[in-house]
């Protein structure tokens, strides 16, 4: 009879012990799942109502998580001002290490423009080097968060992957002030930066004046 109470009592164990791990398993697929559709880049959401002449002026990298291939390493920094037929541009500085040794100030150009009225803050931009060793081409250019008056965050994705996560795709984290930004700011911004599945891969970006 002892016996007999003791292989019901392990079954019963055993077969909740399944049940446990199979919720378990569940669980993490369901989070693994949303982690996924969550990091979709048509899923990500800009700044609502984005107003250019807000936003216009002279801006800081503070941060940046780079694209594949050559970018602006440091001493960063970007004027952005709106134009007599309404569109924005930009003036932006920063250092680059071209061929592997050469160091330089790099300054590029770029204009930018609404494919969608409804969504203003998803721009598209057109870039040149001003100089034959730099490069131009186009990039998305989405302002994901703004307060116009301290911090912006933007991301560009340049190639998708077959899920709808971003590939290759870079961000910048720009402040008004190059000295940085205070704490209360910065947890809004971890906060978008973990909503476009970027936390822990910016760097800091070194502002010396050097440019």
């Known amino acids: 009879m002892k016996i007999h109470t003791k292989l019901k009592s392990a079954q019963y164990f055993l077969a909740r012990m399944d049940f446990q791990m199979f919720s378990l398993a569940m669980l993490l697929l369901a989070g693994v799942e949303q982690s996924l559709a969550s990091c979709m880049v048509d899923s990500f959401t800009v700044k609502a109502d984005f107003d250019q002449a807000r936003y216009a002026g002279k801006w800081y990298a503070l941060q940046k998580k ?116 205070p704490p209360a700011i910065q947890r809004v911004v971890r906060q978008k930066q973990e909503e476009i599945c970027l936390v822990g891969e910016f760097q800091p970006v070194l502002q010396t004046g050097a440019c």
């Open 66 to 181: 780079d694209p594949e291939g050559l970018f602006l390493q440091d001493n960063i920094s970007a004027e952005y001002t709106i134009g007599e037929d309404g569109a924005m541009v930009a003036a932006s500085k920063g250092r680059v290490t071209l061929f592997g040794f050469w160091v330089v100030c790099a300054d590029m150009a770029a204009q930018y423009s609404v494919p969608d009225p409804a969504s203003p803050g998803k721009m598209f931009m057109n870039y040149q080097g001003l100089a034959s060793y730099l490069s131009s081409g186009g990039d998305n250019y989405w302002v994901i968060d703004t307060d116009y008056e301290n911090y912006a965050l933007t991301y560009a994705c340049r190639t998708l992957k077959d899920d709808g996560s971003c590939d290759d795709g870079y961000s910048l984290l720009f402040s008004r002030n190059p000295r940085g930004l």
